[in-house]
């Protein structure tokens, strides 16, 4: 039962914690990735209770508060008008006991998990761009040196662009979802609390939160509009651009805007679930199978929980029956995330008007009035612990 070894493609979040977690159950694991360090965009990521619980069940979640991860207090939700506001407060202190927010700096969470990696003696290989991947019995890739590997199977957390997904689904493009988004961070000049603010305008809105020890504010700025921009976290933006788009927003949220010295345009586009997550000793993991727009913070939750699942049903089971059992179990759940993740956006993106008005009035009566039922709303998605079900590591 199990494998012995493996290949990785992508030293992202999941890529990393699916190696650390198979080498730790004696598989022999190589990880790929192309850049020449492990090194990730300047930008936050949230991880919420059901990520948290990956973390925590790899040991990691105690590593990741020392590298100055925040514990987060509240969802709070404001008109962009309003100056600092509140339409509606989300308390995370009433979630369960063991349930924990955290605010992190991607760079610490991927030295977190690169440490661990390595500390399980997963062999880490940078500057090595995998060029094609072919399923088979002993499925192979080959490198941009022309260099040829073999393993038992071979994991795509390659991304977005991802070269196993179009061998196992074939082609498909991306749609623009007719939004753009601008990643910062700025220092924490605010006295930004420990809290997740999405300040809310007409066809924009505001993400900001504290990292690093509540020494940095991260900021994702949203505009919908029409015309079509590239998909990814490299392009650089003049941050007169972001302020123009936001120049209507007043308190903090305009203060933080000012703040910004670089930035980054992403195009934020929509792309199915993949059809087809395996076949052949090959498997996909995180982006590569399940693109999501960032409207639920789940991106990085959903690798985590990827990579536990396929960690523990490849260490438990016949390769064979372990790759079907991974996209069967994870396939709902991350095509309920994403439609709840694209279903956010007009939430935030209400014209100004009587409907508006209603719809934050509405909000600010249940975060008064029922605050523990809005909360667990969110119990399908934050209450799921992957490491609690069979099989288990």
């Not at 309003?82 to 339409?87: F, G, I, M, P």
């Not at 196992?168 to 605010?190: C, D, I, K």
């Amino acid at each position: 039962m199990g494998i012995n070894n493996a290949i990785v493609v992508g030293g992202g979040v999941g890529g990393l914690a699916v190696a650390t977690a198979l080498a730790r159950q004696g598989v022999a694991v190589t990880l790929l990735e192309q850049s020449p360090a492990l090194t990730e965009v300047g930008a936050g990521l949230q991880v919420s209770p059901n990520g948290l619980a990956v973390l925590r069940a790899l040991g990691l979640e105690g590593r990741l508060r020392a590298r100055g991860a925040v514990e987060a207090r509240a969802v709070v939700m404001r008109a962009h008008n309003a100056a600092d506001r509140d339409v509606a407060r989300l308390d995370l202190t009433r979630l369960p006991d063991g349930q924990t927010y955290l605010f992190a700096h991607r760079a610490d969470l991927v030295g977190t998990l690169a440490q661990a990696a390595r500390e399980a003696n997963v062999t880490i290989e940078l500057g090595s761009e995998v060029t094609t991947i072919e399923p088979g019995p002993l499925p192979k890739l080959r490198l941009r040196d022309g260099a040829i590997r073999r393993a038992e199977v071979i994991i795509a957390a390659d991304g977005i662009h991802s070269r196993a997904r179009p061998v196992l689904n074939g082609r498909t493009e991306p749609h623009f979802s007719g939004q753009v988004a601008w990643r910062a961070t700025v220092p924490n000049s605010v006295q930004h609390p420990a809290e997740v603010r999405v300040t809310m305008g007409p066809r924009r809105h505001l993400v900001s939160y504290p990292i690093r020890g509540g020494e940095l504010v991260n900021l994702v700025a949203v505009e919908e509009r029409d015309t079509w921009a590239p998909e990814g976290w490299a392009e650089a933006d003049d941050p007169k651009n972001l302020r123009k788009a936001f120049a209507g927003f007043k308190g903090t949220a305009a203060q933080l805007i000012a703040e910004v010295r670089h930035t980054s345009l992403w195009g934020l586009h929509l792309h199915p679930v993949a059809t087809h997550w395996q076949r052949e000793g090959i498997a996909l993991l995180g982006d590569a199978a399940h693109p999501t727009l960032p409207f639920l913070a789940q991106g990085a939750n959903m690798a985590l929980e990827d990579a536990w699942v396929l960690a523990a049903h490849l260490a438990t089971m016949d390769r064979d029956e372990a790759l079907p059992a991974y996209e069967k179990l994870r396939r709902p759940r991350v095509s309920r995330v994403i439609a709840a993740a694209e279903a956010n956006a007009w939430r935030y993106h209400l014209r100004t008007g009587p409907f508006r008005f209603a719809a934050h009035t509405g909000l600010r009566m249940a975060s008064r009035l029922a605050p523990g039922r809005m909360l667990g709303a969110f119990d399908w998605l934050y209450a799921v612990d992957v490491t609690k079900h069979p099989p288990r590591l």
